[in-house]
C-alpha cells in the first residue's frame, strides 16, 4: 500500500454484451493517480474514455480487474457504501453539465452537500464563494435554462468540488465551448484545482486541455499508454 496513491485500478477491464457479440472496450488498464496529481486520457471518440472515468469514479461496475479509492476496494462494497463513498470523496463534471432544470445556480452548487443532508450556513457561504470565482455572483439566482453554455459548466464546476473531494473527475469539460470560453474555463479550474490539491482525473480529445495536466495517457484499442 502506498499512502501517496489516491486511486488505482489493477487489470481493469469491460466488456460490453450486445446480443452474441461481446465488445471488449477496456482491456487490462492499470492506472495510479497520487494525491494532488493532475492526469489526463486522450484518445479518439469511441476508444472508451468515459466508460473508464465512469468505472474509476463507481459510477458503473467493471467487467475484471479492481477500483481502489482511497484505500478502499471498491468492488468488496455494496451500492449503498459506493454511493457513500462517491459522495464524499469525488466530483464529477459530467460531459455534458447534468445541472438539474428545476433548481437555480446556487442550488446546484449545494446539491452534494443536500444529498450528504448537511447544508449549513458556511456551505451556503462556500458556494457562493465558489460562484464568485468562478465569476458568477451575479447568476446564482439563474436557472440552467438562463445561462450560457460556459456559465453552466462553471456551475457544474463549482458543484463537483464544493465539498472539497479527494478526486475530481472531467469528461471533456469543455467539450462544447468555443475555444475562448473553453480556455477560460480551464484556467479557473485548474486554479482552483491547485489552491484544493485534488487530484484531477480528466478525459479530452483535445491536446491542449491534456497538455495542462502532470501525466498524460493515450487509451488506444483497450490499451492505456502513458505519453509523458
Ligand atoms: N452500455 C453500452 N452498451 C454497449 N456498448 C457501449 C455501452 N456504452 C458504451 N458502449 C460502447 O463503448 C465504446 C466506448 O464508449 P465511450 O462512451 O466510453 O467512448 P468515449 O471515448 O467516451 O467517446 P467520446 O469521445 O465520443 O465521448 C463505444 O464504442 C460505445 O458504443
Ligand atoms: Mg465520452
Redesign the pocket.
Known amino acids: 500500500m502506498n499512502n501517496n496513491i489516491i486511486l488505482e485500478c489493477n487489470n481493469l477491464s469491460?466488456i460490453?454484451?450486445?446480443g452474441d457479440n461481446q465488445?471488449k472496450?477496456l482491456n487490462e488498464i492499470n492506472l495510479q493517480v497520487r494525491i494532488g496529481e493532475t492526469v489526463s486520457i486522450v484518445?479518439?471518440?469511441?476508444?472508451?474514455?468515459?466508460?473508464?472515468?465512469?468505472l474509476l469514479a463507481g459510477l458503473d461496475k467493471v467487467t475484471y480487474g479492481e477500483v481502489i479509492l482511497d484505500n478502499q476496494k471498491l468492488q468488496q462494497l455494496n451500492d449503498n457504501q459506493v454511493c457513500k463513498l462517491r459522495n464524499a470523496n469525488l466530483g464529477f463534471i459530467y460531459?455534458f453539465h447534468h445541472l438539474l432544470p428545476e433548481f437555480n445556480a446556487l442550488e446546484n452548487v449545494l446539491m452534494p452537500l443536500v444529498i450528504g443532508s448537511k447544508v449549513s450556513h458556511e456551505d451556503t457561504q462556500l458556494a457562493l464563494d465558489l460562484l464568485g470565482k468562478l465569476g458568477l455572483s451575479k447568476r446564482q439566482t439563474h436557472y440552467p435554462s438562463q445561462l450560457s453554455g460556459g456559465e453552466r459548466q462553471r456551475v457544474a464546476i463549482a458543484r463537483a468540488i464544493v465539498n472539497n473531494p479527494k478526486v475530481v473527475f472531467a469528461?471533456?469539460p469543455t467539450?462544447n465551448l468555443d475555444n475562448q470560453t473553453s480556455n477560460q474555463v480551464l484556467d479557473i479550474f485548474f486554479k482552483l484545482q491547485e489552491e484544493l490539491h485534488t487530484s484531477l482525473v480528466v478525459?479530452t480529445?483535445d491536446l491542449e486541455v491534456a497538455r495542462k495536466t502532470q501525466t498524460q495517457y493515450r487509451?488506444h484499442n483497450g490499451t492505456l499508454t502513458q505519453i509523458t
Open positions: 469491460k460490453y454484451k450486445q465488445l472496450i484518445g479518439s471518440s469511441g476508444s472508451g474514455k468515459s466508460t473508464l472515468l465512469h460531459q469528461d471533456e467539450g478525459v480529445h487509451l
